[in-house]
């Protein structure tokens, strides 16, 4: 009689578990990447309220937007290398802290000087955010998930950016612009907490670097000198001596950084890396592609507001088709790039952009709800489909040990195209407004200004408004906002007819993108198409 002994069952796979896990990080990082996002446009329907305030003149008023641009596009790519050393968890930690407690204090400044200050300082933490939230989503989520996670990841970016000017006129309206800026305590506790219990270990991609000091100090200063010139370009004249000898020095820096990471042994961003197709294009159309977002939201809430009267509130919910596309637009886009690749829908996506931007160029005293509202939707699904596309080109076709580098690199380059947005396009708006003052002033029957009249009025048109004469009479100081308000839409017209042409242009160069290589291949590491 033979026995039989019962085979030992298989150990049952173990219960996968979400804590740690791809969308467990996701989950956590959403919040502070939501907060740096709202941030950043949150203080365009603050604006005005700040001015009123504090006040500040237009100059002033650019420098609290990109003061906060400065801080992030000045630290972004070394944020980034400092993620891959020492392990994107502790980075992204550090970051939300910091920036919860410049939040706060932002709200205790009481003069422009303080106020810009800390939002330079806001924006040195907030770069560290972003890049090393990134990373986390290229070193959790599996290769032929990467695309859905960047779709996500774009969605909560896209949505927290168009939110803002709406949460920014429920809160102005109600509380004060200080509350713009408060309400970043409670957020920020919330990523704090999420991030410790959710993040996994903190691991570093690339522990055995060394820094590159040289590197980080050429970067930083060429960035901050770029900025500073687009921000007092259209204050000082872009002729001044100022101007242009801290453009050229930016350049020469620029060219210095270049020459230096081409022969350091460890650089801060190999210029190999440009070498791939989709990380290039996909650079220049994060550029491109915040030029046109940025500048648009600036001065739009001025017109908004200035020209058609709309409290802050009322100029958030005038703004909600862009709000909603971008908040859920980024997922099904993220799964349509997974299964088709990047080209055709970023290519579509630029296009939708441009007849967003060319509807808004065509804006006047009265243009309806419908003309509006079908501005705003074209340009929420155009910007969802570029933004993601654009980051999954460039972050998954960079080696894992330069996620962080690659995502500060990404998320610099938006922040500098927004710097050029609102200078180019704040630029193209004074001058337009300085030569049709005067003939819209005659139109109306009033006296012609001079030239020098017409420059000291521009600030104040430029922020929708309008300089009449004390003891003018009603029908005086009507004709004089009419005819202020007619040059400002001059500008606008002007702007975004610029903006839309952009687009296209920048559609025509999407169209050369190529599936990117097999990332790491040879190496090792994933392969990834996009």
């Known amino acids: 009689m033979t026995s039989t002994i019962p085979a030992a069952a298989a150990p049952a796979p173990p219960a996968p578990r979400f804590r740690g ?39 002033q008023l650019q420098w609290v937007t990109h003061g906060y641009l400065l801080g992030l596009a000045v630290f972004l790519i070394t944020a980034g290398k400092l993620g891959d050393r020492f392990g994107h968890r ?56 990467l695309g859905r996670a960047f779709g996500v990841f774009g969605s909560l970016l896209g949505g ?73 370009g259209p204050v000082a004249g872009w002729t001044h001596p100022e101007t242009l000898g801290v453009l050229v020095a930016a350049l020469v ?20 890396i440009f070498r791939r197709a989709p990380i290039s294009i996909g650079t220049v159309l994060m550029v491109l592609t915040a030029l046109g977002l940025m500048g648009s939201l600036f001065f739009v809430t001025f017109y908004l507001q200035g020209v058609r009267g709309l409290s802050p509130m009322q100029t958030g919910l005038q703004l909600l088709p862009l709000t909603l596309v971008m908040g859920v637009a980024g997922t099904p886009v993220g799964r349509l790039m997974d ?86 396009l704040g630029a193209v708006l004074s001058l337009t407004i300085v030569g049709a003052v005067p003939g819209h002033y005659a139109d109306a029957g009033l006296d012609r200004p001079t030239a020098a009249e017409a420059a000291a009025m521009q600030s104040t048109i430029s922020q929708g408004g309008a300089v009449v004469p004390e003891g003018a009479t009603e029908q005086v100081a009507a004709a004089v906002t009419r005819a202020s308000n007619l040059a400002f839409i001059d500008g606008l017209h002007l702007a975004f007819g610029i903006s839309a042409a952009v687009m296209v242009a920048a559609a025509v160069l999407a169209s050369f993108m190529k599936p990117a290589p097999r990332t790491g291949e040879g190496s090792g590491e994933p392969v990834v198409h996009i």
């Open 253 to 272: 820096v620029g060219a210095g950084f270049v020459f230096w990471e081409l022969r350091v042994a460890d650089p801060l961003l190999p210029m190999s």
């Open 160 to 232: 927290a950016m168009a939110a803002g000017p709406i949460l920014g006129g429920v809160l102005v309206t109600a509380f004060g612009w200080h509350s713009a800026f408060l309400i970043n305590l409670p957020v920020g506790a919330v990523a704090v907490a999420s991030a410790l219990w959710l993040i996994g270990p903190n691991r570093p991609t690339d522990p055995g670097s060394r820094f590159d000091l040289v590197g980080m100090v050429l970067l930083s200063t060429a960035m901050f000198a770029l900025v500073w010139s687009l921000v007092e």
């Open 90 to 145: 502790r980075v992204y930690l550090i970051g939300i802290v910091g920036f919860t407690a410049t939040s706060v204090a932002i709200t205790l400044a009481a003069t422009v000087p303080a106020l810009v200050g800390l939002r330079i300082l806001q924006g040195v933490f907030g770069a560290t955010i972003a890049p090393a939230a990134m990373g986390l989503l290229r070193s959790n989520f599996p290769p032929h998930m």
């Open 339 to 424: 299964r088709y690749g990047t080209r055709v829908p970023t290519v579509a996506g630029l296009l939708f952009a441009a007849a967003g931007m060319f509807m808004l160029s065509r804006l006047t005293f009265d243009t309806g709800l419908v003309w509006t509202s079908t501005a705003f939707l074209l340009l929420g699904i155009g910007l969802s489909l570029v933004m993601t596309g654009a980051t999954a080109a460039i972050i998954t076709s960079a080696p894992m040990s330069l996620a962080g580098v690659a995502s500060g690199m990404q998320q610099a380059a938006m922040q500098l195209g927004g710097s050029l947005g609102t200078a180019i």
């Open 21 to 59: 896990g791809p969308w467990a990080t996701l989950v956590a990082i959403a919040f502070g990447v939501m907060m740096v996002a709202l941030d950043g446009t949150i203080v365009a329907v603050a604006n005005p309220a700040i001015g009123a305030d504090l006040d500040a003149s237009l100059a």
